[in-house]
C-alpha cells in the first residue's frame, strides 16, 4: 500500500505564500518522478511542477519565477513553495508520483487526496 499525504493548504491573500508538502508512505522501491497537479472549479487539471529522481524539474509557464518544487529524496517528500500568489491559483492542488514498489515492477502512478488553496483579492 502507499500512501501520499499532502499538507500546507489554506487560505492566503494575493501577494501572499504558501508552502505545500507531500510525504509517500508505504512500501517504496524507487520514487521516478514526485509533482503537483492543480484543478480549479469547471477546469482539468493541470501539472503546476514536477521533479525526476535526477533532479529535473517542469513548471508550468504561469507560475515560473513564484513556484519552486523541491524534493528531499530521504524522506519521500516533496514541497511546493508558492510566493506571489494570485487569485487563479485557487485550486485544489494534487500530490502526485510515479513509483515502483519493488525492482522488478514496473511505474506506477499514485495521487494524493489533494489540498485546497485559496487565494483572494
Known amino acids: 500500500q502507499v500512501q501520499l499525504v499532502e499538507s500546507g493548504g489554506g487560505l492566503v491573500q494575493a501577494g501572499g505564500s504558501l508552502r505545500l508538502s507531500c510525504a509517500a508512505s508505504?512500501?517504496?522501491?524507487?520514487?521516478?518522478?514526485m509533482g503537483w497537479y492543480r484543478q480549479a472549479p469547471g477546469k482539468q487539471r493541470e501539472l503546476v511542477a514536477a521533479?525526476?529522481?535526477?533532479?529535473?524539474?517542469n513548471d508550468r509557464d504561469s507560475v515560473k519565477g513564484r513556484f519552486t518544487i523541491s524534493r528531499d529524496s530521504a524522506k519521500n517528500t516533496v514541497y511546493l513553495q508558492m510566493n506571489s500568489l494570485k487569485p487563479e491559483d485557487t485550486a485544489v492542488y494534487y500530490c502526485h508520483a510515479g513509483l515502483q514498489r519493488d525492482y522488478d515492477q514496473g511505474t506506477f502512478e499514485y495521487w494524493g487526496q489533494g489540498t485546497q488553496v485559496t487565494v483572494s483579492s
Open positions: 521533479t525526476t529522481s535526477d533532479g529535473r524539474t
Open positions: 508505504g512500501t517504496i522501491f524507487r520514487i521516478n518522478a
